[in-house]
């Protein structure tokens, strides 16, 4: 494996490596020490064209983390305003010397491009309404930890499926490791095609709950609000938000998943963000492992 | 063409040596306090928990045991035709101050060692660290030498040993592997 494009590319024994590699780092991360030599003299480069406050910084501590050097490349302070084309900026972060590229942009397919003009390993760190692997790798590590195992799980993805490139990674993710997946949300977020992924599709959020293990909620890219999916905010929080009285329906011992940042009051109620069932600040914390346990396998593997 | 191997330990005889060097590590420590064994991961972990097993037969007391795996810490991981495998990291007791004795099975370049005392110096900070293996092969790269040493095995670079160690000792031997 020398890019991480997305979770499509991966086979099942790949992914459970990478969870168990994780597992190290999260030792790792536990000690006083929490750092390694690993990456030593290697160089990260985070190159994000959208914004992004967490991802960057869950791989910019995990590059740290493994001793290598990390550059941030972002769109406001580069060149790509002045109209540099997207393979000439990647070209010249080549130039400067980089061994891993971690890419985030607001189309689907520029980390696949650029896996083709760069000697070094491209990691998508979510590509438009594609694929978001590390996220889906960091959630199965969290399930993980928590369940024990996949088979059987019954997992139910909660919100915009559609635009969702966090839901999508997680379905193939789940799916690969033999978890049971259900889309659950408005018939104008969750289209019935997705049930070719082999997944069940709910537009009954009670129903869609029911017994589940896991429920993943998704944020409500509130950006996209009046483009007509939902009508207003109140209603989307009556019909599709996630209360105490709604997680009493899953599993007594459901853990409630979160990528962030959270809506409070739209797609989550409060109460339940901060309950002992929310699992959402400790994905915070594997997201460095995982991704530790990314960049590595990369390296690893020339 | 198989390559030709060769058994150079039947199992009365490992278990004969194991049990000399754990009376060498307990009578150089003086005791066994203070003492910890950390088994370097994968082919060190069984011999750290035999030594100790030795150990508490002929002192009557329980010796901590830890396994270390340095795949984190290798100068070549990029450089392996084989990808090192991460395995459990277990050491559920406190280094600092403590004498940790580093079990691994072969002794042969110097490099896991370097490795290993990496990762341990991370852990804590130890009052000493000694080295016991079962096999050393020769072939040294660094400035490292094992205070315990089962048996010395004059070795060329081209052949291989291979020591199994495992719940059962009358299937443990130690092979050498030679050609391919």
């Known amino acids: ?302 | 063409m198989e390559g030709i191997e060769k058994v150079l330990m039947q199992s009365d005889e490992i278990e004969r040596t194991l049990r000399r060097m754990a009376h060498q590590i307990v009578e150089y420590n003086r005791g066994v306090e203070e003492l910890c064994l950390v088994g370097i991961q994968q082919g060190g972990v069984a011999i750290a928990q035999r030594l100790a097993e030795y150990i508490k037969r002929t002192e009557g007391r329980d010796v901590p045991v830890g396994s270390l795996d340095i795949a984190f810490y290798r100068d070549d991981i990029t450089k392996r035709p084989q990808p090192p495998k991460v395995r459990k990291t277990d050491i559920p007791f406190d280094i600092e101050d403590k004498v940790v004795v580093l079990v691994d099975d072969v002794l042969y370049t110097g490099r896991s060692i370097r490795a290993a005392m990496d990762a341990l110096m991370d852990m804590g900070r130890p009052a000493r660290i000694q080295l016991a293996v079962l096999v050393d092969r020769g072939h040294r790269e660094l400035p490292i030498r094992a205070d315990f040493v089962g048996r010395e095995i004059p070795t060329s670079r081209l052949e291989h040993i291979e020591v199994s160690i495992g719940d059962k000792p009358s299937h443990d031997r130690v092979v050498l592997k030679t050609g391919r």
């Open chain 1, 1 to 302: 494996m020398r890019h991480l494009l997305g979770i499509r590319d991966l086979k099942r024994e790949e992914i459970e490596e990478i969870l168990e590699t994780a597992e190290g780092f999260a030792d790792v991360l536990k000690r006083d020490i929490k750092k390694v030599p690993t990456l030593r003299g290697k160089t990260v480069v985070n190159l994000f064209f959208e914004p992004s406050t967490r991802t960057r910084t869950s791989f910019e501590l995990a590059a740290k983390r493994l001793s290598a050097d990390v550059i941030n490349f972002s769109v406001p302070t580069s060149a790509v305003v002045k109209g540099e084309s997207l393979i000439d900026t990647a070209m010249t972060i080549q130039a400067l010397g980089a061994d891993f590229v971690v890419v985030r942009h607001s189309c689907s397919g520029v980390p696949h491009l650029l896996s083709r003009h760069l000697r070094a390993s491209v990691i998508n760190a979510g590509d438009g309404i594609n694929e978001h692997p590390t996220q889906a790798l960091l959630d199965a590590f969290t399930i993980k930890r928590h369940k024990g195992g996949f088979k059987g799980l019954k997992v139910a993805i909660v919100g915009d499926i559609l635009h969702s490139r966090v839901a999508k990674s997680n379905i193939r993710c789940l799916k690969t490791l033999g978890a049971e997946v259900r889309l659950v949300g408005p018939p104008t977020l969750v289209p019935e095609g997705f049930r070719e992924e082999g997944v069940e599709v709910y537009w009954d959020m009670d129903e869609g709950l029911r017994g589940v293990d896991v429920i993943m909620m998704l944020r409500i890219q509130l950006e996209r609000q009046d483009r007509g999916f939902f009508p207003s905010k109140n209603e989307y929080f009556r019909l599709w938000g996630l209360t105490p009285e709604r997680l009493s329906l899953a599993a007594r011992d459901a853990i409630v998943m979160h990528p962030g940042p959270m809506n409070r009051g739209i797609e989550i109620d409060t109460d339940v963000a901060d309950s002992e069932r929310s699992v959402i600040l400790e994905q915070v914390t594997n997201g460095i492992a995982t991704r530790m346990a990314v960049l590595y396998t990369l390296a690893v593997n020339p």
